[in-house]
């Protein structure tokens, strides 16, 4: 993967930070211990990426080439689960917390996903699909782990916001260059999926 | 996969397309809108090709290297869908349409699985085993996300109809040639499937 | 994996075993028939090598490349549900059996997982973790298929127990040989389940 920018490295481990914050989190909620909050974080942060080695055949699948992964995902959790003990329950403030991290985390792995795709010479329209594959199946993994259904599954501008972004990054990459497109892509799909959060909260709030 | 059967490539798309609609169905079952549909149809009929060709090193899989598939499995979601919502709720013909389209893909889907695996050279025993790993994983996958328990696991005869037409399928193979020994083997799956159906519908009537 | 241990082929079928023992006997609690307790036992005990195989990109998977595997989890699986319908419900003995079954698999898996990691070349560390990966992953399967929430998720000493073994096997491992270290990575892991399960035995009983 040499011809992948200077971006994508910095770009994935803060994704995989801000998606072992989401899944730490959903954790306490559920009321799971530091350890259990840890196996998740592990499996959220890393699961959209996984699929995507996989499905792509890019194996040994990146965690396990690179161990910067894990190294984030670990601490990352544990401090977040401790952070989340201090937030009040009951008033929704977590699920709050915990859908903007999603969010910025659908964002980052959107792209990511779209920029490996493209790499190892896949199709514009194929290298979208496997960037929301990306994006979404981390959230997927954290949601069916913890018995809830996938926002990917009851939301409509959740995979269609992932397919928009990288449509844009794809869409801008010629004429602005990597770091440019790939700003605009990560403002689409957060600033879109913020305004959704605004304007219909999740119900739900444990 | 050159020796492949001229039977393989429309097999998989009917396949796909019934796949994609039991899917949608399920969806309107369990409220979700076009989106989560649209989503649900693509994993449940992309999810059986998938774990054949993950577990057999065929990557990057299927849906990747032919987008064919995603192309009939989207357009087929939303038409499924929009049907859905004009068959009347609470008297269980929605499910029975599903189960019914879920019997047709299951036929399908196993005789596809068992000709890969032919293909790449796997031993008969294993081809029907991955026959029936294609064949019922996609429906496992749709019900799993919709916090449904699998037919897979609450039914004798459907893993077992999957092991018996792929067998059925395998034995007719050198005797009767490609496209009876695949009308057999599908024949078997299907009607014994409707029988089931037919002497124990599903009680669940959403 | 020609420097793979004489050890590994036996202990990888007697964890396959004991997992697919702990899978009918779940399938008995949730009221599953004898062929939804095959397939639950195959999920099970193929699922932590698979997992481990497609992270690893060790592809065809084990059980496709060997069908001994097979050939031991349908028999067992048969076998363990006759048995469990001789075990009276309602008194959690089920459940006992089912968790201490779990923890000779768990031991097991995560020294065979072990094995192959450091066999293609992989990190100590990054070993250690794969070895977690394929010796929780069968049971967590397990029980996310009869929709229970998995004890990797609700259990502080199980994800953790299996690290600690695989660091024992690990650290042992020049100074012991295999054959030693690997008895003394499986004592820590069963000896110490076997605690937690007696001083904090599950509430459940099903």
Redesign the interface.
């Known amino acids: 993967m040499e011809t992948l920018s200077f971006l994508f490295v910095p770009l994935s481990l803060l994704a995989t930070a801000v998606m072992a914050a989401s899944a730490a989190i959903q ?1 306490h909620r559920v009321h ?5 909050a ?3 974080a592990i499996a959220t942060s890393m699961g959209g990426g ?1 699929l995507r080695d ?4 890019l ?3 990146f965690w ?1 080439t690179d ?1 910067r992964y ?1 190294a984030v995902a670990v601490p990352i959790a544990l401090i977040s689960f401790g952070l989340a003990t201090r937030m009040s329950s009951g008033n929704g403030r977590r699920l709050k917390v915990l859908m903007q991290l999603d969010a910025i985390g659908l964002a980052l792995f959107t792209l990511t996903g779209v920029q490996v795709a493209l790499d ?1 010479g ?2 514009p ?2 290298a979208i ?2 960037g929301c594959v990306t994006g979404t199946a981390g959230g997927m993994i954290r949601d ?4 809830m ?2 926002s ?9 916001l992932s397919l928009l972004g990288g449509a844009v990054y794809l869409a801008m990459l010629t004429y602005l260059g990597e770091a440019l497109a790939a700003g605009l892509g990560f403002a689409t799909i957060l600033i879109a999926r913020l305004l959704v959060l605004r304007i219909k909260p999740p119900r739900d709030s444990v």
Do not use: Q, R
């Open positions: 954790a799971m211990d530091p350890f259990g840890t196996v998740l996984t996989l499905f792509l055949g194996t040994p699948v396990i161990t894990l190892v896949i199709s329209i194929l699909v496997i069916l782990l913890c018995n259904t996938p990917l599954l009851k939301e409509d501008l959740y995979a269609t």
